[in-house]
């Protein structure tokens, strides 16, 4: 099992940019794949991005070329840059791990972090 803690949160005028960290502890962390959620109030939970641990990268379209996802297997954390914010980006932000990157797409990782909050207004 590997420990997640979520930080980087904020509240951010929409345009601007946002850096979110998900620090791991536990088990090897280079060989997991990583990934980004997303749950705005009365909505489901949805797939942000996703990382392998080869390094290759997955986005939801709603975010492809707006947000980075990002690891330092050094530093045992993944980054979820994010730019060109939008209101509809207001959610908490989960950060997840697990054995394939199929996993942590299909939200069925092993792993979760407690959530940290986006907040873009317009």
């Known amino acids: 099992q590997v420990q997640l803690v979520e930080s980087g949160g904020g509240l951010v005028q929409a345009g601007g940019s946002l850096r979110l960290s998900c620090a791991a502890s536990g088990r090897t962390f280079s060989s997991y794949a990583m990934g980004w959620f997303r749950q705005a109030p009365g909505k489901e939970r949805e797939f942000v991005s996703a990382i392998r641990w080869g390094g290759s990268t997955y986005y939801a379209d709603s975010v492809k070329g707006r947000f980075t996802i990002s690891k330092d297997n050094a530093k045992n954390t993944v980054y979820l840059q994010m730019n060109s914010l939008k209101p509809e980006d207001t959610a908490v932000y989960y950060c997840?791990?697990?054995?394939?990157?199929?996993?942590?797409?299909?939200?069925?990782?092993?792993?979760w972090g407690q959530g940290t909050q986006v907040t873009v207004s317009s």
């Open positions: 997840a791990a697990g054995p394939t990157a199929g996993t942590v797409i299909a939200g069925t990782a092993n792993s």
